[in-house]
């Protein structure tokens, strides 16, 4: 079988997930691996893709070789995709599959967007492996990756792949009418988008926005901004947060950007993600590293297309919202009723922003932060920044430290343990667990009481 590899790290050759590949090319020598390292190579593939369409048209397999950057595949192979996409080559009975490195961040929703774009292709898609950044340094690491390349040989030979997505029926989208504004408004709320001239629908709905928000906004095209390339993966920025690129982006970062009250994203949906140009922007926004610097900023979301039919994509706005405890105001769509939907995000953004409304974090936002709590602590000698950034805030909130906690688990386990005191005890279980509630109950209704009075 014919593999091509599309490496979308833009680290090309040292590319971490690559070396899963080069592992299977040498205990797999009856199968062709030929790589084409398509993040590395991207703006001379965005001048010529002819040495890209050759090498797909000879292939039996195209396995995507990437790292997971913020909740999705890097920029460069979004870029890929949408221009392979334009392209007029065969794919129809070829087979897709991917290999993938991360600390398993949201590697779900990356495996997803790749998937679906599989299926636009007409790629009969494998599920693929999705790697810690270590596990080939270990044998059980080095077992599953031998046993996802048998898998995948097995589901070629046999024809098995996922079966492809039903057709639904497109919703109806609906012009949006755009009021009058009022200018005597206070406040700094920031639109990002990547609206183009032809994206008329998009362009109305920012409007609408504008006119409606009860709050001073002002709008930021990220196609504007002089970017000199994506987020290399280089790790320049661990210890103190600068870019290796001198393209000034992390100093307009957070001074025209996160130095704002709130945050709205305008985009049209493109490859079933936010769009090569959005994802440009998030990847840069690495300078960060892992640090929450936005917590308690209420976000929003202009989106044109078919959002409703789009699952991955809206586990990726809700995700990034929880991870960066930011309150997510609502998500505006021009699906049924674009006027209502506006007009109403609109309003809880300013509620958030009038009430500092900032609720706890759900599955999302707690899951991806202790994976990010556990890394940085192991990498704490190389990650600096955000290593201050979590002592600073908290954020080391290892279980080891509820002691006392612990100890009386195991007192009321021991209790649980025997019979005799089992059957003593009743109900008086439940009751032990409603006490601290109990005494919660009991302050509220003296706090009442005493203004009342």
């Not at 790589?35 to 703006?43: D, F, R, Y």
């Not at 609502?330 to 109403?344: F, S, V, W, Y």
């Not at 300013?350 to 599955?363: D, E, G, I, K, T």
């Not at 009386?408 to 439940?430: C, D, I, Q």
Request: with cysteine; aromatic share 10%; proline share 5%.
């Amino acid at each position: 079988m014919h593999i091509l590899v599309l490496n979308g790290s833009p680290k090309g050759e040292s590319s971490i997930t690559l070396q899963t590949v080069r592992y299977l090319k040498i205990l797999y020598p009856q199968h062709t691996f030929s790589v084409l390292h398509v993040g590395a190579q991207i703006k001379a593939l965005e001048k010529d893709f002819s040495p890209a369409a050759k090498a797909i048209e000879s292939a039996d397999l195209l396995l995507f070789s990437y790292p997971v950057y913020t909740f999705i595949a890097p920029y460069q192979l979004h870029r890929f995709i949408e221009l392979l996409k334009t392209k007029e080559i065969p794919l129809t009975g070829k087979y897709a599959s991917q290999i993938t490195t991360s600390k398993h961040f949201y590697d779900v929703t990356a495996h997803r967007y790749v998937e679906d774009n599989c299926y636009d292709l007409g790629l009969k898609y494998i599920r693929g492996l999705s790697a810690d950044m270590d596990d080939l340094t270990t044998g059980q690491g080095q077992k599953e990756a031998r046993d996802f390349l048998e898998y995948l040989v097995w589901c070629t030979e046999h024809d098995h792949h996922e079966p492809f997505p039903a057709p639904a029926p497109a919703p109806q989208h609906k012009p949006v009418t755009v009021p009058e504004s009022t200018d005597n408004k206070t406040g700094d709320v920031v639109i990002l988008t990547t609206c183009t001239p032809e994206d008329e629908q998009l362009a109305r709905m920012i409007d609408r926005f504008r006119a409606v928000c009860g709050r001073k906004t002002r709008v930021i095209n990220l196609r504007e901004y002089p970017f000199r390339g994506g987020c290399l993966g280089c790790f320049n920025c661990a210890v103190d947060g600068t870019c290796i690129y001198k393209d000034g982006f992390d100093r307009f970062l957070r001074e025209d950007i996160q130095k704002a009250e709130a945050m709205v994203y305008a985009f049209s949906i493109q490859d079933h993600s936010m769009g090569a140009a959005f994802k440009l922007y998030d990847d840069r926004q690495f300078c960060n590293g892992h640090r929450t610097v936005t917590m308690g900023m209420p976000v929003g979301y202009l989106i044109s297309g078919d959002y409703s039919r789009e699952f991955n994509l809206q586990m990726i706005l809700e995700g990034r919202a929880q991870v960066g405890h930011n309150f997510l105001a609502g998500t505006a769509t021009d699906e049924t009723e674009p006027d209502t939907a506006i007009d109403r995000m609109a309003e809880t953004l300013c509620y958030a922003l009038n009430h500092s409304y900032v609720p706890p974090q759900n599955f999302y936002g707690i899951g991806g932060m202790k994976i990010f709590r556990d890394l940085i602590w192991i990498m704490q000698g190389m990650m600096r920044a955000d290593h201050k950034f979590y002592k600073a805030h908290g954020q080391y909130d290892f279980p080891q430290k509820h002691r006392g906690r612990m100890l009386a688990m195991y007192l009321v386990g021991e209790l649980l343990a025997n019979p005799k005191l089992k059957s003593k005890m009743g109900g008086k279980m439940t009751e032990g667990m409603l006490m601290p509630y109990t005494k919660v109950l009991e302050q509220a209704k003296k706090e009442h009481a005493q203004k009342d009075a």
